[in-house]
Structures are given as C-alpha cells and as structure tokens.
C-alpha cells in the first residue's frame, strides 16, 4: 500500500480553477453595443435621420420613447410585422443600447 498518494480526485479539486462569474455589463444603454446591433436597423432606417419608403426616423429620441416603442411592437400591441420581428429578438439591455445610440445621433442635414 502506497502511502502519501494524493487520489487524482484531489489533485483536480486544487487545480480547478475558481470559476469567476463576471456578471454581463448591466449598464444600460450601452453605446458601442447600441452601435454595433444598430448594423441591422439601419438597411431600413436611415442614419441620417431622413424618412424614407414610410420608415420612420429613429435617431434623436429619447430613450424613454424608444424603449416604449420597442416595447409595443414586442408585445404586438403596435402592428408591424417586421418590427415585432425584430423586437422579440432583442433583450431588454439591447433595446436600451440601441436606444441610447439611436438617441445620440443627430440629424444630419
Ligand atoms: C426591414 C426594415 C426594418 C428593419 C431592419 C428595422 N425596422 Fe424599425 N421600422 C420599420 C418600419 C417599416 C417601421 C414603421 C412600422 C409602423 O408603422 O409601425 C419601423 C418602425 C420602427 C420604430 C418606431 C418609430 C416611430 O417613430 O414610430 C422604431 C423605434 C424602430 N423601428 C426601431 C428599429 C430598430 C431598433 C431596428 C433594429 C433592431 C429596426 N427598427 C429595424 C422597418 C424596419
């Protein structure tokens, strides 16, 4: 009988590592997340802020509004099939992003 062996159970106990949980970045309406998702919006809606083909504009809003709206096309209180689409997909911490960047830009005219 080997004395002083360490059982292979132990070993991997101390070499686990400690698993450190970063919490994602709750903040909300974060910028470059908002710029990054906005890659996607903006086939429709134009940057510039101009209506176009019946898409409205969406830069400059407050946030509380553009929340509000993302929240109704969501919960399909607000009709527009391409919108509830894109809606549902999003996190609310997405939708906070896109609203703070959205809200940031200026009209460009
Ligand atoms: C395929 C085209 C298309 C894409 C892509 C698209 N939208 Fe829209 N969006 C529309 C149309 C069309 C409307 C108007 C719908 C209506 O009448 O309710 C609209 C409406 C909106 C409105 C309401 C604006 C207002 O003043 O009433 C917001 C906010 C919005 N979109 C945000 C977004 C965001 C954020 C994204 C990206 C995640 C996005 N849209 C992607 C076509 C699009």
Redesign the pocket.
Known sequence: MSKGRRSPALVWLAVLPVAIVLSATGRAGDLALGEY??A??V???QISGRQVA?????IG?PEEA?VA??DS?RRRE???Q??QA?AVR?SSEE?AA?AAY?GSLKPSQ
């Open positions: 998702l906005s996607e919006c086939t429709c809606h019946g898409i409205p504009a969406i809003l553009f709206m993302m096309y607000r009709e527009n391409v919108m894109m999003l939708v896109l959205f």
